[in-house]
């Protein structure tokens, strides 16, 4: 157990500090950037998992279904920041946040 929190605790970080750096690579502008960067955040998230597995004995390796259901919460988490209503319930105010915490919640979902 103590593997996974250690493990999501390394994805936020990859992904949240790995993201604009891979965005400088990306020529996209205005709003579907946030779609963009929530992808990227998906395949980080993954890529940490991969990685995560090996170096962590109780991290099971992740398949393409975890992307996939990284990815899809991600986007869904990008399109609810397009929503006014939700950006005004949400205390959570960089709306970079919800993308990123819907690709590790996909993540732990389908781990």
């Known amino acids: 157990m103590i593997g996974y ?3 999501v605790l390394v994805q936020l970080a990859a992904a949240w500090f790995g993201a604009p750096k891979a965005l400088e690579y990306v020529p996209i502008y205005g709003d579907p950037q946030i779609f963009v960067r929530a992808a990227i955040y998906a395949v980080i998230v993954w890529v ?3 990685i995560g597995s090996f170096v962590l004995k109780e ?5 393409s ?3 996939a259901s990284a990815l899809f919460l991600a986007i869904v988490g990008a399109g609810l920041t397009l929503i006014p209503a939700v950006m005004q319930a949400i205390p959570v105010k960089p709306p970079y946040a ?3 915490l819907g690709a590790v919640l996909g993540y732990i979902i389908r781990r």
């Open 98 to 100: 919800l993308p990123l």
């Open 48 to 50: 940490v998992g991969i």
């Open 65 to 67: 279904s975890t992307l």
């Open 5 to 7: 929190v250690i493990l």
């Open 59 to 63: 991290v099971r390796l992740p398949t």
